[in-house]
């Protein structure tokens, strides 16, 4: 069983789509992520949802937009896609929003803009 | 701010060498500390955590001691093998969920 999934694995569109990524985990988990991770494998948070809520939401361009329409899912689309935006992107969750937990990352979106 | 420094890759060692990642952090406060591992394809994967000073985390043979005086989590192994060759992030947080990540360290180990 995997315990946070996400699709699609790879995406490659052209530059001005819009696209989504969806992620959806089966830990009874209520707090999801996405980071981004660039071509130097450096690793970003862009959002924290609690309970559907958001509580973390970094410098992101407003291109990017997450929806959680239930605690167990994230998604995300990105409006207008730019050539910077090309990086993988992953989902976590982890329980609460407690120190130390742990958090569970997805298998990750390699998003390719030509 | 808060940030997370680890030693630049990549690492190539021969199996059944020692490895050391050096991972220094700044930080306001006792943050908790932490070592996920990438495996080629993979997302990331907890390795081993402490979350106070002197704490040791350890999992599959890797080590890291939470350093309070030097601001140090180093990662340690003493007999690497193949299936270690991985990418291995060192990373923080404090009781606001976010993790803040290293640049990561390649490894690849060579029979």
């Known amino acids: 069983d995997t315990a946070v999934s996400q699709t699609p694995k790879y995406l490659v569109t052209q530059m001005g789509n819009d696209k989504s990524i969806k992620c959806e985990q089966n830990l009874g988990h209520d707090t999801m992520y996405w980071y981004k991770q660039d071509s130097k494998k450096f690793l970003k948070i862009m959002f924290s949802y609690n309970n559907k809520e958001l509580i973390i939401n970094e410098t992101v361009p407003n291109r990017f937009s997450p929806k959680s329409p239930d605690k167990a899912h994230l998604n995300l689309h990105i409006n207008s896609l730019e050539l910077g935006d090309s990086a993988v992107y992953f989902c976590?969750?982890?329980?609460?929003?407690?120190?130390?937990?742990?958090?569970?990352f997805g298998q990750g979106t390699r998003l390719t803009v030509v | 701010g808060n940030s997370v420094t680890q030693m630049e890759g990549p690492v190539t060692l021969s199996e059944e060498a020692f490895l050391t990642i050096n991972c220094t952090y700044t930080a306001t406060g006792y943050p908790s500390l932490f070592w996920y591992v990438q495996y080629p394809g993979e997302g990331l994967q907890l390795l081993l955590k402490a979350t106070k000073a002197d704490d040791k985390g350890s999992n599959k043979g890797f080590e890291a001691t939470y350093r309070k005086e030097t601001t140090s989590f180093h990662l340690e192994k003493g007999s690497v093998q193949v299936s270690d060759s991985a990418v291995y992030f060192c990373a923080l947080n404090f009781g606001n969920e976010k993790l803040t990540f290293g640049t990561g360290t390649r490894l690849t180990i060579i029979p």
């Open positions: 976590a969750s982890s329980q609460g929003v407690i120190i130390h937990t742990e958090a569970f």
